[in-house]
């Protein structure tokens, strides 16, 4: 799966840092990310088209387009040539995506978490990441509902997302 730095430190997701406010997802290395993740990016895209993308993509993702759409999930601020309520819609769109992988749920898992936790992240796109977290908590093992618990619930809360 893809790195993440946290630190400045990169590292595989699958390490599990104890300090999730720190955790970025990166670009992949060789700067080649999704199709699908390359034209939500684009200025010169308008949202249709970009919500088009997202709808298209097929109920099973690869996991490198999971890799590219938790970079997309946890940019903060809209990306240029949308308003903040398209980007927020696109994210949404996006979790709700990431959040039906099985087959990749922990590095999802990771990356919703580190956009909940990322405080220069749209505050509704962190209300966002915890509505999915809170979903997936009873639909995954018994270690990532701990992790999702303890991130959630016992990490000191900004004031900006609902607190369960």
């Known amino acids: 799966m893809g790195e993440v730095v946290q630190n400045n430190v990169a590292g595989s997701v699958v390490d599990k840092p104890g300090d999730w406010q720190a955790l970025v997802f990166v670009e992949p290395p060789d700067n080649r990310l999704p ?18 993308v997202l709808q298209l993509l097929p109920t099973e993702l690869s996991s490198r387009e999971v890799e590219g759409l938790l970079y997309y999930v946890c940019l903060a601020g809209p990306r240029e040539g949308l308003i903040g309520m398209q980007e927020r819609l696109l994210k949404k769109e996006t979790m ?9 749920i922990e590095p999802v898992v ?15 796109v962190r209300n966002y990441a915890f509505h999915y977290l809170s979903f997936l908590h009873d639909r995954v093992s018994d270690d990532l509902r701990g992790f999702i618990g303890r991130a959630l619930w016992s ?3 900004h004031g900006e997302v609902v607190a369960r």
């Open 110 to 124: 990771q990356g919703l978490v580190s956009t909940y936790r990322n405080g220069k992240q749209d505050v509704v």
């Open 35 to 52: 199709l699908s993740v390359q034209t939500l990016l684009r200025p010169d895209v308008d949202y249709e088209a970009r919500l088009a």
């Open 96 to 104: 709700d995506l990431l959040s039906r992988q099985p087959s990749c």
């Open 155 to 157: 990490a000191p809360q």
